[in-house]
């Protein structure tokens, strides 16, 4: 069918770039699309793949000056390290998600312990004082109580939400029963600082650079894991 | 092949950019780990939301906005309207400089660079200057449409 515009020059040329769109134009946005939703697609599908091994460092074993909080039977045949920051996102799910299944199901039934190594990253503010927090409820036997206390809450007091987190930290403390005035000492005296140096320096001496690490046998999983993931591990390392 | 085609292709691979940004903050994407990379202190520290969305989530808005009207003002009504190229100027103007705000906080508040916002950053660059290119063209010769 004739197009009266056609019949002029200018409009002709508007016409006849109009015509061509549909062949070059929507194949280029197709193509833009497709290779899009291939990256956006491979980047979600990997997340389930889990573990990557970053890679093999020392057995575990006793590390120089710095000092866990051990749980579970200190002979279990699988030894779980795990170098976190009590601020972090990826701790938080893990501590909240994943960690229960782990205590049950691998800990409680002796197949591995766990012990946690401090590793504050300098960009969360509130991380080294958390991790003090911890340190102190430590002294009167409810590392874990605090611990769990801490990542349960940690939108609450993370440096997005406050400058001060201390008031928080009493609180828990106050919730778990603990001598608040024993565990206020401790913590405004940063008494355990030492040890959360010791603890942080171990992860740097061991190439972590992320949190959650995890070191199990003789491997490094620098990231969070599933139960699933972790319980394969584990079976494995118990198979060696 | 026109400007305004290339605004459509520009800010459809905006919104793969800002889209992964979003699944990464989400924790759909990446190991959800907190990693000393820029991208995590960016998009972990308090100005990654802004009135509660996901600046991200902003992007991806703004890229899906700017590829709607680039697409509908490649349509025949609209290939030789002046008004549309004002519009997408000041569309895309609007997103240099909220991407202008958020370098400058990368920059010297939260002292991180995240590639991929400085990609965003690019693009949304780009798609201004095409933008301001065929503004001028529209307003020298009002048929002007090719490259």
């Known amino acids: ?240 | 092949m026109t400007k305004r085609m290339i605004v459509a292709m520009l800010a459809l691979a905006g919104i793969f950019v800002a889209l992964y940004l979003l699944l990464y903050k989400l924790g759909m994407i990446g190991h959800l780990s907190c990693n000393i990379g820029s991208c995590e202190t960016v998009n972990t520290s308090k100005w990654a939301r802004l009135m509660g969305i996901p600046v991200a989530g902003w992007g991806v808005a703004f890229y899906l906005a700017m590829f709607a009207l680039a697409v509908v003002s490649t349509t025949e009504r609209y290939a030789d309207s002046a008004g549309m190229s004002k519009l997408l100027v000041f569309a895309s103007g609007t997103g240099v400089l909220f991407s202008v705000w958020l370098t400058y906080l990368e920059l010297f508040t939260i002292h991180a660079i995240c590639e991929w916002c400085v990609t965003s950053a690019v693009i949304v660059t780009v798609i201004f200057l095409v933008t301001v290119a065929d503004l001028r063209n529209k307003t020298a010769d009002p048929d002007e449409s090719a490259v």
């Open chain 1, 1 to 240: 069918m004739a197009r009266p515009t056609n019949t002029t020059g200018k409009k002709k040329n508007t016409v006849r770039n109009a015509s061509t769109r549909p062949t070059g134009f929507y194949y280029v946005l197709g193509a833009i699309a497709i290779v899009g939703a291939s990256i956006l697609a491979y980047s979600m599908m990997r997340k389930p793949s889990e573990v990557v091994v970053t890679q093999a460092v020392a057995p575990t074993g006793p590390i120089g000056p710095a000092e866990g909080y051990l749980i579970g039977k200190a002979d279990a045949p699988v030894k779980i390290i795990e170098f976190a920051d009590f601020e972090c996102p990826g701790c938080g799910n893990f501590a909240n998600v994943t960690e229960p299944d782990v205590r049950k199901r691998l800990i409680e039934t002796g197949l591995a312990n766990l012990t946690y190594y401090d590793f504050p990253l300098p960009q969360h503010k509130n991380s080294e004082a958390a991790s003090n927090a911890a340190a102190c409820a430590n002294d009167q036997g409810k590392f874990w109580e605090m611990h769990d206390m801490i990542f349960a809450n940690q939108d609450q007091w993370n440096t997005e939400a406050t400058d001060n987190p201390k008031p928080f930290f009493a609180k828990y403390a106050e919730r778990l029963g603990l001598n608040t005035g024993t565990w206020e000492t401790c913590f405004d005296t940063r008494k355990h600082q030492g040890r959360i140096m010791a603890n942080a320096a171990e992860g740097e001496k061991r190439k972590v650079n992320s949190t959650p690490t995890f070191i199990i046998g003789d491997k490094m999983y620098a990231q969070g894991m599933t139960y699933d993931a972790m319980k394969a591990i584990v079976d494995s390392a118990t198979k060696k």
